[in-house]
């Protein structure tokens, strides 16, 4: 079965510039999540979304903005991009049927650059 | 509020020898506890998990963890480490009153000498 995957899997930007990033979940979980991995550092929770509605923010700006479709894949969108974006973006997805003890599984990975 | 922490950011054995690697965590209510592990240019893939069954955790490459709720620790161990256990881990705690959001230690980059 295939996991969790990611596209693209590297990007560069410009500062000012918005960027995309998109995951597909493993099939029959509905839960994604977004988190940011800083160079050196843990993730950071960004956005979590359930059957397509937002079940929790992280501590980020307005400028990162999610949604999730009908067939359970996701989107972040980044606008106004900052040099201090630049990160491993990492999507997980899980059944969330048993709320916090549900094993998260993640993607690659999107590693954004912005210059 | 809810965190972990890891209290070394940078743990080298020699292989043939025990691994430990520390965490610590802080919760309001009975955790949910995990380890990943994170290889270079890789995604993150889950070693264990406590969910307030068996205090002792078995996971995956001989890893395990026990849950010590006295200490607030969570520490991962190995009998033996090997060549490919080299990569970054990290102690994650889940939130019990929000669906999952996951909370990351800072890691431990665990190297192994030949």
């Known amino acids: 079965d295939a996991g969790v995957t990611q596209s693209p899997t590297h990007l560069i930007k410009t500062r000012g510039q918005q960027v995309t990033l998109r995951c597909s979940p493993i099939?029959?979980?509905?839960?994604v999540s977004w988190y940011q991995q800083v160079l050196g550092q843990g993730p950071q929770f960004i956005f979590q979304?359930?059957?397509?509605?937002?079940?929790g923010r992280g501590n980020f700006p307005d400028r990162f903005s999610a949604r999730q479709f009908p067939n359970y894949s996701s989107e972040l969108n980044v606008n106004a991009l900052l040099l201090g974006d630049s990160a491993l973006y990492l999507c997980a997805s899980s059944l969330l049927t048993s709320g916090s003890r549900d094993e998260q599984f993640f993607g690659p990975g999107t590693r954004l650059t912005v210059l | 509020a809810q965190s972990v922490t890891q209290l070394d950011s940078h743990v080298s054995v020699s292989e043939g020898t025990p691994v430990l690697l520390r965490c610590n965590y802080s919760s309001s209510y009975s955790p949910s506890l995990f380890w990943y592990v994170q290889h270079p240019n890789k995604g993150l893939q889950l070693l264990l998990k406590?969910?307030?069954?068996?205090?002792l955790v078995k996971g995956i490459n001989g890893f395990e963890a026990e849950f010590k709720k006295s200490e607030t620790s969570f520490h991962l161990t190995k009998p033996s480490a090997h060549m490919s256990d080299a990569a970054e881990y990290f102690c994650v705690v889940s939130l019990y009153n929000q669906g999952g959001k996951l909370i990351f230690g800072q890691g431990t980059e665990l190297s192994v000498k030949p």
């Open positions: 979304y359930y059957e397509k509605e937002e079940r």
């Open positions: 406590y969910t307030s069954a068996a205090t």
């Open positions: 099939s029959g979980h509905k839960s």
